[in-house]
């Protein structure tokens, strides 16, 4: 269980922090991160590609991120109890 905390709070560390940095690209009209990429690490890191849409309000009117993100965060929580309790 220890190696899973580990593991979720480095994904979880990594999708904030690419949500952050497309945000910044974006303000200066750079290249920018891929969306698959980024849900790609919503996958994984669904709470912190959540709280970085809510920290820097970024990609909160896009339907693909505002729906899916959720989603994923909500199966994590229920896969988390599943073996929790197995």
């Known amino acids: 269980m ?3 905390s580990i593991y979720l709070s480095l ?3 990594l999708a904030l922090l690419l949500m952050l940095a497309d945000k910044q690209r ?11 990429v ?3 690490s919503a ?5 912190g590609a959540l709280l970085g849409m ?5 990609k909160t009117r896009k339907t693909k ?12 929580c ?5 073996l929790s309790v197995h």
């Open 2 to 4: 220890q190696i899973l």
């Open 11 to 13: 994904i979880n560390a």
């Open 26 to 36: 974006a303000k200066k009209h750079r290249w920018r991160i891929p969306e698959s």
């Open 38 to 40: 980024l849900l790609a």
């Open 43 to 47: 996958v994984g890191g669904s709470l």
């Open 54 to 58: 809510w920290l820097f309000r970024h």
């Open 65 to 76: 991120f505002f729906v899916t993100v959720p989603l994923l965060l909500a199966a994590q």
């Open 78 to 82: 229920a896969l988390l109890y599943w």
